[in-house]
């Protein structure tokens, strides 16, 4: 029983992360499934691409040969299937054992795991409203299918017996693991409330299941909804040429010929806001992206995101909990909203004191120039990127010639291979689920196959906005074979423009190395259990080595590999890098402020304790004021839009990016002290860290690499945020 089936709405959005948590030729292509069970083979006659085996390499599924109407048949099947594989765990006779009880539910639900994860990958990436329409019918039945195993009064009868006599058992680590989170599973699904609470529990869950879907659908809907269009070259001034050649094959595609359209997609939004000369345009844009899903339209969110906080809220309290967020928390890294708050309190302060000074610094900018106006949201960007070149010489537009898209992705190669040995060869002859995808074969450092790795980088209409990692198939060993993973990587970089390539700035070449960190713990995992392996982790821990990837971007050794000039060849220069590394910590107020006040935005929402519903915009502003947050800033997500906790899986845990980046600063000290492809430091990360996934508690596993418990400093010290006296103090100097 995947996990991932549990909870369909938080797969479609993740990460693995950023649901985010999440092959060689193998010896069978086909859906991993029950020993003994003859289910998937008799469904051959339905001829149904989603539930007979690929015969593709790698038994990658055969995305050309599935079509619309293959998906209703393929869940019905699946869940009648999953149904009666339940019931007979159930009701078998004989005495209840870990394995046939907990291994065999652990087992239960391959076919249903199979078409879920396809359907919510495409619907996540290419969908349109058919696959739309479909989400909102089976969400709530597979939500229906969760109650009706968590609830099931003689499964969790038979899961019970067997957790009360672990201590009895010869069980492996992994095999405890799986004992203690099944049996927790079960009670925080409800198993222990009495029928009419059951009942209650059950109506919560179908109405956020329903609402959630709900919530992303609007969200997709006003985001592809907005344009700009921009009539004269006029308006144009500052925006460099390749996003106004992107902008005219936007417009032409909207139908606006021979005019430029910018949308609320990050890559036509943001260097818009940093560059556009016309403060007016960029307040209409910067206006249009933050009043998504706030505009009391069709598509409006705010009643949404309410009444999802208030059954949210319901189902905590009926489950014994103070509010959402003691339950979620229950089972993360900071195990308390206390905790939580513990970590962020020591971070707001000095986060937003740099904001204020950074705002400070464009308004003595503006008020040089005498251009007469307060500094607002909108000129945020376009002012930063002046100071910053003011300040360190540095034009981020120098930085994008060296991070071509590819160049890029050659370049993490190069690290990962220099890290682990393995190595990317791109094969055309493997199923794409879209013309963008791009299909590589890993192989580890032995010449052995790891798995298949498939990158979607392009933006488009039909995609979710957004990064992130997820499989078509995870690793697991738990049916007598290596099932090797079949990960795929999600960005949304801009398209390219007649034959010239894509160059990335640098934030979305570090987003690139970030998103790859999640997909090499996909690939690298070496565990038993499918719900243990990859990024099966907590929402606190799951960004950690997506984080650390991130830090190999900045290293001289790493950029003279692939930082070169997409026309001349030219290395990166040594002076330029001088210029990137001196600016590293330029604009953190904002950065760490904006991601914060979200953060904090989430934790207020869950920590409720009440079922009203709340005026969603009178709620966030009372909690923004409370903290407060400056004008010129707004949190990075704002409730109507805040797809990661209304309709994705980090509802009380956005602040989990955070969290992990403490054990990031803290991991790559050790890499920095040891050199940063110290075969020891990486093996030993590989080993503790990236293959064992979720078997063990993960701070026992961190423990076994770092050897002690990480500290907060270092994150501090990251971004700038401590004085020098302050940073003595916390080293114990």
């Known amino acids: 029983m995947n996990k991932a089936i549990l909870s369909p709405i938080t797969m479609a959005v993740m990460l693995s992360a950023c649901q985010p948590d999440t092959t060689s030729q193998m010896n069978t292509n086909q859906i991993p499934q029950q020993k003994n069970s003859a289910e998937i083979e008799s469904s051959v006659e339905h001829n149904n691409p989603l539930l007979v085996a690929s ?42 054992t870990f394995e046939n009880t907990i291994e ?31 989400a909102k019918k089976i969400s709530p039945r597979l939500s229906a299918l969760n109650d009706d195993i968590y609830l099931n009064a003689a499964l969790f009868s038979r899961v019970k017996a067997v957790y009360e006599q672990k201590d009895k058992l010869d069980l492996r680590v992994d095999q405890k693991t799986l004992l203690d989170d099944s049996y927790q599973s079960f009670v925080r699904g409800g198993a222990n409330l009495n029928d009419a609470d059951k009942a209650t529990l059950r109506t919560l869950n179908a109405q956020l299941s329903k609402l959630s879907v709900q919530f992303g659908e609007n ?22 040429q390749d996003i106004i050649a992107a902008a005219a094959v936007t417009a032409t595609e909207r139908g606006h010929d021979g005019k430029w359209v910018f949308t609320t997609h990050r890559p036509s939004k943001n260097p818009f806001l940093t560059y556009a000369e016309n403060r007016q345009l960029r307040k209409d844009l910067y206006e249009g992206y933050i009043k998504r899903g706030d505009n009391d339209n069709a598509n409006d969110n705010k009643k949404l995101a309410s009444e999802i906080a208030s059954l949210r809220y319901q189902k905590a309290h009926l489950l014994g909990y103070k509010t959402y967020a003691d339950f979620v928390l229950e089972k993360a890294m900071a195990k308390t909203p206390q905790n939580v708050y513990g970590l962020l309190d020591q971070v707001w302060p000095a986060a937003l004191a740099q904001a204020k000074k ?57 690290t990962a291979n220099k890290l682990w040995g393995v190595t990317f060869e791109e094969r055309q002859d493997i199923p794409k689920y879209h013309p963008d995808v791009r299909t590589f074969e890993v192989f580890d450092k032995d010449g052995s196959s790891i798995g298949v790795y498939m990158t979607d980088y392009y933006v488009r209409e039909s995609k979710r906005g957004g990064a992130w990692m997820n499989s078509f198939r995870k690793q697991q060993k738990m049916f007598g074979e290596n099932v090797k993973p079949i990960i795929y990587n999600v960005l949304n970089f801009p398209r390219p423009v007649g034959d010239s390539p894509v160059l990335l700035t640098f934030d979305q070449a570090s987003t690139l190395f970030h998103e790859f960190g999640h997909a090499i713990q996909g690939l690298l995992s070496d565990g038993y259990y499918q719900s243990q392996t990859g990024t099966a982790l907590p929402r606190d821990y799951v960004e950690y080595p997506s984080q650390v990837m991130e830090n190999w971007m900045m290293e001289p050794e790493v950029l003279g590999q692939f930082a070169k000039h997409y026309q001349t060849g030219q290395v990166i220069p040594q002076t330029l890098i001088d210029k990137i590394q001196a600016a590293g910590k330029f604009n953190q107020g904002f950065s760490t402020t904006e991601y914060m006040a979200a953060a904090l935005l989430d934790m207020k929402w869950h920590t409720l304790e009440t079922a009203t519903k709340q005026d969603a915009d009178a709620f966030e502003k009372a909690a923004m004021d409370e903290i407060g947050l400056i004008p010129e800033i707004a949190p990075r997500y704002r409730t109507s839009y805040f797809s990661h906790i209304f309709s994705g899986g980090y509802a009380s845990g956005y602040y989990g990016y955070i969290w992990s980046n403490i054990y990031d600063a803290d991991t790559w000290q050790v890499f920095s002290q040891n050199g940063i492809f110290d075969q020891d430091t990486a093996n030993g990360y590989r080993k503790h860290v990236l293959e064992t996934g979720g078997t063990e508690d993960p701070m026992i596993m961190y423990h076994r690499f770092r050897g002690k418990d990480p500290q907060v400093w270092p994150l501090l010290e990251r971004r700038g945020l401590l004085s020098e006296e302050a940073l003595k103090a916390a080293k114990g100097q």
Do not use: C
């Not at 809907?221 to 006029?234: I, R, S, W």
């Not at 002046?386 to 050659?410: C, G, H, M, N, W």
């Open 55 to 96: 015969s593709a390499p790698f038994g990658v599924p055969e995305f050309a040969k599935i079509k619309i109407e293959h998906y209703q048949p393929a869940f019905d099947f699946a869940i009648a299937q999953n149904k009666q594989q339940i019931a007979d765990i159930a009701n078998n006779t004989k005495a209840p």
């Open 104 to 134: 065999a539910i652990e087992k239960s639900g391959q076919a249903l795991n199979h078409v879920t994860t396809v359907f919510y990958a495409l619907n996540g990436t290419d969908t349109n409203a058919q696959m739309q329409s479909i």
């Open 219 to 240: 969200l997709l809907a006003e985001t592809n909804a907005f344009e700009l269009v921009v009539n004269t070259e006029e308006e144009l001034a500052g925006l460099p």
């Open 358 to 414: 950074e705002a400070a610094d464009m308004q003595q900018m503006i008020d040089a120039q005498g251009d007469g106006f307060k500094l607002a949201g909108y000129d945020w960007w376009y002012y930063a990127e002046k100071i910053r070149k003011a300040r360190y010489d540095l034009d981020v537009a120098q930085t994008k010639p060296y991070f071509s898209l590819d160049a890029t992705r050659e370049g993490v190669f190069y």
